[in-house]
């Protein structure tokens, strides 16, 4: 199969992007995106030009790193995959086709079609946690936990943290994945004692990553790769105004023995 | 040099437990003032991070990832091992020990296997306490799924996602302390050389992917846990980014490398279909619990597998191995399939494949029960090749998935260079030379969670490191060295890829050193690569520059290191003249084609060290001893 690519190229945060045109030539029909990129790269890199920048590891839907707009769409055209999950028979032979990195200013590009995704970290790093030291758990089957609560937790916790939910939105929201995160402890018994500090200092950080509110166009579900469901959003809201409404000052009183 | 393996005294099911009394430890208002480097944030590196710095240890933490959430840990799909024996099912901590001893056959140590098992119930523990979603029942409690090589039910699983979860657990336990302040974390920073200083590991060379900038980094102690070197095939079910140089930069710098040799073929994978192909894509080995591995009895028979009758069908695994039937260990069940490919009975276009069939279990339990077992796995398949495996069965083939071998480590897993430490696939020590299934999981937590935080204060609480500081001469070498690197294959401006050179290696391991290896093969293998390597130096094209996010380069820096583990393989390869667990070597096998091993000769480690660039390496050997697990020929009938 044939294609020509208009294909995002930006030197680094600071400088200005363009699209380029490359041809895509001779490619099987079982080749993935990436592997189809692989090729043009490939011929690029023999020609002592400069390959386009993408970011990519497991190639199995799992990593999160893959991270592309194809025709304006995030992780291109098939429902509930991640790019390198997207084989090219989806394609029609000659078909044109345009590559961009994730949109949001939240993430910045790096390069090409690489952006910075650190916000992501620094939103699990305010509260997307049980706090458990090693050493000193209980046996695991003490806690007795239903299936139906277990499957919806492992519902919310398959988010691979890939971005497509912000680059998806119009509103630039990063709630599925903050309300993913925030469903899948929320569900756990071992989520208690912190879900409410949780959900208060999670949704604080993503204001401050400067990711845009929910209005609930549902966009974010459509893009999931995982296809989490905005119901995640829903707990997640519903767990923020329990908090604003029974938050108690904290009493720090503590002496030394 | 003697390897020394610092294997306490004492009853095995005692040596963990003293050892811990027996270690030093530091005083917690110390432990702050020692600073522990951890380059990798897979399973082991993202536990050992969190824990040491709970411990109250100054860490930093490094990853060549945009992120500590995304190492290939995360695309483990099965389970994890635990002797919990939630089950009732006789299993207990001896058994798990006994069938990772065995099923490793007979090339691991007895001490370290057993305190694996140990650790094991903890580490259920521990994850479930993190919110980890295993699957449970009904009733709340937790539920286990068989696999290859036991006989017992202890593998614990989320969906098919057990090492997303798990991962997920450990980092969001790093982030954590990130967020506090306790670790300081480097993403997109790619450790490039080792840092000694009087013959001490004391930090590392690091790149920082996005700016090309190179600079130094000084710790009184480093941990690597950079995973395994599959990639060296090219193609292997590892991630496109998994590679050797960190942990070859240490072999470089002096740290022996043991047993390379020793390489997982996983049998259930997609066969490869066609050149163009990045990377092979594994099917969990959880699939042989409901499904059937089947070859067509006639040669060349190119029939749609629904139109085969049954009496046409050879079931190979339950014909030869009745008593663990679909679920013997992976070196036997890949070697298996070779055979009746090799024999002409290798289904689809390549005739390498053999059918792993569902349509007993869907008969038996239905679509709903099968799709919530391996719902994921069954549309990853779809997804890749364009045939539904609820309709039709799954062509599978065995691929390079994990590699026993690695850098040498002590009862304490610190290698042959004083403080640098090394932890998960990244080291050797635990598998043998055939690891079971859901146990590297259950090894990089155990290392990460339970020993390393451990065995570090020991090593730190007796060191006396001097202060050392970035202008030393060592240090400043290092860098220099690491910075020269980069600008000679910036500078070799040739006609090919770094990629191109990848897969010719990748053929020449694959074809020489891969499933079958013989004195033959392994001999033009190494002359092949002898070539390859000559070739890359001058003929490498490298565009772009090295002060920039340049990811041909970061490729060209791993392709050379891996061409230079590919000759040390095949070199420990041809050496070790017996066959065990994932090594066979078509010279020695019994009458039924079973690997042969020769424990007079070989029933020990072989642990390679460096001796500069025009030098042979030398061959090192720790034997092993066997106190509580007698030797006997492998069998799964």
């Known amino acids: ?257 | 040099m003697e390897l020394k393996s610092k294997i306490p005294s004492g009853p095995l099911e005692q040596k963990w437990d003293s050892h811990r009394f027996n270690m030093k430890l530091v005083n917690p208002a110390n432990k702050r003032k020692y600073h522990v480097i951890v380059v990798g944030a897979g399973l082991a590196g993202a536990s050992s991070a969190a824990t040491m710095s709970e411990l109250g240890y100054n860490v930093s933490c490094f990853v060549y990832h945009d992120s500590p959430r995304r190492a290939h840990s995360i695309a483990a799909q099965g389970g994890i091992n635990a002797a919990k024996n939630y089950q009732n099912d006789g299993d207990s901590i001896k058994r798990l020990f006994y069938d990772t001893i065995k099923g490793g056959d007979f090339r691991a140590r007895e001490a370290n296997v057993y305190r694996l098992a140990q650790c094991s119930v903890n580490i259920i523990d521990q994850c479930v306490a993190q919110g980890v979603p295993f699957a449970r029942e009904y009733g709340g409690l937790l539920t286990n799924r068989s696999f290859g090589g036991a006989q017992v039910s202890r593998t614990f699983y989320a969906r098919g996602q057990t090492g997303q979860q798990l991962l997920l657990g450990a980092y969001q336990a790093l982030e954590k302390q990130i967020g506090k302040g306790a670790v300081t974390m480097h993403t997109l920073t790619e450790m490039v050389d080792l840092v000694l200083v009087d013959g001490v590991a004391r930090g590392i060379v690091a790149r920082d992917l996005r700016t090309g900038k190179i600079s130094t980094h000084l710790a009184d102690a480093v941990v690597l846990a950079t995973g395994g070197y599959g990639n060296v095939f090219f193609l292997s079910t590892n991630a496109k980014q998994s590679n050797v140089t960190a942990s070859w930069r240490a072999y470089k710098r002096g740290a022996a490398f043991a047993n390379p040799c020793f390489t997982q073929i996983h049998p259930t994978c997609i066969p490869q279909a066609g050149d163009h192909q990045s990377k092979l894509t594994l099917m969990s080995e959880s699939l042989r619990n409901d499904g059937r591995c089947w070859a067509p009895l006639k040669k060349g028979d190119t029939r749609n597998p629904r139109d085969i009758p049954e009496a046409e069908r050879d079931y190979f695994l339950e014909r030869k191995y009745p008593s663990f039937g679909n679920l013997a260990p992976r070196d036997i069940a890949s070697r298996a399939a070779k055979e009746v490919c090799d024999e002409g009975r290798g289904v689809g276009e390549t005739g390498l494949g053999v059918y792993l069939d569902f349509a007993d279990s869907i008969k038996r339990l239905g679509d709903t029960a099968i799709s919530e077992r391996y719902g994921n796995l069954f549309e990853m398949y779809e997804r890749i090749t364009d045939e539904d495996p609820y309709q039709q069965p799954m062509r599978i083939y065995p691929a390079v998935h994990y590699t026993m071998g690695g850098t040498w480590v002590d009862y304490n897993l610190m290698s042959t260079i004083p403080g640098l430490h090394v932890l998960g696939e990244a080291n050797f020590s635990d598998h043998g030379a055939n690891r079971l299934g859901a146990s590297a999981l259950m090894q990089g937590l155990a290392d990460g969670y339970f020993v390393i935080p451990v065995t570090i204060g020991d090593y730190l609480a007796q060191a006396r490191l001097a202060p050392v500081t970035l202008d030393h001469p060592e240090v400043r070498a290092a860098e220099s060295a690491a910075h020269d690197r980069m600008r000679r294959l910036i500078n070799i401006k040739g006609k090919r890829s770094a990629d191109s050179f990848h897969r010719d290696l990748g053929k020449v391991m694959w074809d020489k050193c891969g499933m079958a290896r013989n004195t033959e093969s392994l001999t033009t293998a190494i002359q092949e690569i002898g070539a390859l390597k000559e070739e890359f130096w001058t003929n490498v094209s490298v565009p772009g520059s090295d002060a920039d996010l340049n990811q041909a380069l970061e490729k060209a820096n791993r392709v050379a290191d891996f061409m230079e583990l590919g000759e040390l393989m095949c070199r420990d390869a041809l050496e070790r003249e017996e066959s065990c667990g994932g090594h066979f070597r078509t010279e020695y096998q019994t009458p039924d084609g079973e690997a042969l091993r020769n424990d007079d000769a070989f029933a020990h480690v072989a642990a390679w060290q460096y001796n500069g660039e025009n030098a042979s390496p030398s061959r090192l050997v720790e034997p092993l001893t066997f106190e509580s697990v007698q030797l006997s020929q492998r069998s799964y009938k």
């Not at chain 1, 043009?40 to 990593?63: Q, S, T, Y």
Request: charged share 20%; with cysteine; aromatic share 6%.
């Open chain 1, 1 to 257: 199969m044939n294609f020509t690519l208009k294909v995002w190229r930006q030197a680094n945060t600071a400088s200005a992007g363009r699209l380029e045109t490359y041809a895509a030539k001779a490619i099987p029909s079982d080749a993935s995106f990436l592997e189809m990129i692989d090729l043009v790269n490939m011929h690029l890199e023999e020609e002592g030009k400069e390959p386009i920048a993408f970011a990519h590891d497991c190639r199995e839907g799992i990593c999160g790193s893959c991270s592309m707009m194809i025709d304006g769409v995030a992780h291109g055209p098939v429902k509930g995959a991640a790019t390198c999950q997207v084989h090219m028979r989806t394609f029609t032979d000659g078909q044109e086709i345009t590559i961009e990195p994730w949109r949001s200013v939240a993430f910045p590009v790096l390069k090409d079609l690489i952006t910075d995704r650190s916000a992501f970290d620094r939103i699990i790093q305010s509260g997307g946690f049980i706090s458990a030291p090693t050493g000193g758990a209980r046996d695991a089957n003490e806690i007795l936990i239903g299936k139906l609560e277990s499957d919806s937790a492992m519902d919310a916790a398959a988010c691979i943290g890939c971005g497509a939910c912000v680059a998806a939105c119009p509103n630039g929201s990063a709630s599925l994945f903050t309300g993913a995160k925030i469903s899948h402890l929320a569900l756990l018994p071992q989520g208690q004692p912190e879900r409410y500090r949780r959900v208060e200092a999670m949704v604080a950080q993503m204001d401050e990553e400067h990711f845009g509110h929910c209005t609930l166009y549902g966009e974010c579900q459509e893009a999931c790769p995982k296809q989490i469901s905005i119901d995640v959003i829903s707990q997640m809201n519903r767990d923020f105004i329990v908090a604003a409404a029974t938050k108690r000052p904290q009493v720090t009183s503590a002496g030394a023995g």
